[in-house]
């Protein structure tokens, strides 16, 4: 018997994005699955009903038959109820996040693949959802501090005279940062970058920007930053309000796995900049890199106009369910195999994906 896949029309407000495009249904076709989306799915990306019924899906709105369901953030807890034991839920799905939602997902016996999990393995590369949807983050939040700026980024010669480029700062260089960095660049401003990995120089100068160096190196374990000491942390606050007052935009990407966003830019700091300075927010989700930013809000303080974007990928719906379904599609091909699902618990993209922990189906771990 086929393996039934059901891909979710996303029901939180404000998300456009879905987890699978035509393209990569047909991949599951052809991988054996009989896929179905729910009604108008893809339409807030761009992707027709129509669309999806030429790449070999159903259109019905039907749950109780799914063996596989695909969705980019968690489903309602109504919906979840819906499903039978032992159905295989994948998505960005942040199960500990809501505890009405880990008690349904628990109660349900559903089998749980946060793709927020994924190890970020050189192999997990072409599953990873945090990086792909982070690149589409980073690009629209230097859109928006170019559409929020009183200023040009580029410089321009006129004949009312030279007007100067803009200066951006872009504070954390992950993935969001650099392709924060790279945008900004190919508008014309004059960029930098810093972050507490010192192998980020490279990266940031490898764009085109110029490194900030503020006097701290804290690499952590597995290639990402530990939290800052009290002193560390003083140290680079006091250098930064310094520098501050010459930007004339800042973009926050600074995040620390697990833990809160590390809280980089003080209210004193904002009010140091110059009237007309535009800071963008991307780590509002977890609290913010700057203190004064107020999660999906913008607003002015001190003449420098705050934004705490949250749905900067979905901005971008198509490309973002684009890369987005790709990345669940290979998740996917892991256990979808000659048209049955089989999960084979010795790999630890599946071993370590799963939530809450390894099922009781699985064998004993090995070493
Ligand atoms: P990432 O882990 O790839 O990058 C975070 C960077 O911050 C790392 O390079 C790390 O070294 C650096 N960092 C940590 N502490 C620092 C400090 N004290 N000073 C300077 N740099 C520091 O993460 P990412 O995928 O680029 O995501 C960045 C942020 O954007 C996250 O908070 C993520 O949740 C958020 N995000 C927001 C949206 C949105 O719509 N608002 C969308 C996607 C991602």
Not at 176 to 201: N, Y
Request: hydrophobic share 45%; charged share 20%.
């Amino acid at each position: 018997m086929a393996v039934e896949v059901r891909v979710l029309k996303e029901a939180a407000v404000g998300e456009r994005r879905v987890a699978a495009t035509p393209e990569t249904v047909g991949k599951l076709v052809a991988a054996g699955a009989r896929v179905a989306l729910q009604a108008g799915a893809g339409s807030a990306a761009g992707f027709t009903d129509q669309a999806y019924r030429d790449a070999g899906a159903r259109i019905d709105d039907a749950l109780a038959e799914a063996d596989l369901v695909l969705c980019v953030q968690a489903p309602p807890v109504a919906l979840i109820e819906q499903l039978r034991p032992g159905t295989v839920l994948v998505g960005s799905l942040h199960p500990d996040a809501d505890p009405a939602r880990a008690a349904a997902l628990r109660a349900g016996e559903l089998r749980v693949f946060p793709l927020e999990r994924l190890p970020r393995t050189t192999r997990a590369q072409s599953m990873d959802v945090l990086s792909s949807q982070a690149g589409m983050a980073g690009y629209k939040a230097t859109l928006i501090a170019a559409q929020l700026a009183p200023r040009f980024f580029p410089m321009l010669t006129t004949a009312a005279g030279t007007i100067r480029p803009s200066r951006v700062l872009v504070v954390g260089a992950g993935v969001a940062g650099l392709q924060a960095i790279a945008t900004a660049k190919r508008l014309g401003a004059q960029v930098e970058g810093f972050d507490v990995r010192p192998e980020t120089r490279e990266q940031i100068e490898s764009l085109g920007g110029k490194f900030l160096d503020l006097g701290v190196s804290a690499a952590g374990e597995g290639g990402y930053a530990r939290a800052l000491t009290e002193e560390e942390r003083a140290e680079q606050q006091r250098r930064l309000a310094e520098h501050l007052r010459s930007v004339d935009v800042v973009i926050c990407t600074a995040a620390v796995p697990g833990r809160p966003a590390p809280k980089i830019i003080g209210a004193a700091m904002v009010a140091g900049m110059r009237p007309g300075s535009v800071i963008v927010d991307l780590a509002a989700e977890t609290g913010g890199n700057c203190e004064a930013t107020r999660p999906g809000e913008t607003f002015q303080v001190d003449g420098v106009t705050v934004a705490g974007p949250l749905d900067l990928a979905s901005m971008g719906a198509v490309h973002a369910s684009e890369m987005y379904a790709r990345n669940v599609f290979n998740f996917v091909a892991l256990f979808l195999k000659d048209a049955a699902l089989a999960f084979d618990w010795d790999d630890e993209l599946l071993a370590k994906t799963v939530w809450p922990e390894r099922p009781a189906d699985a064998a004993a771990p090995t070493a």
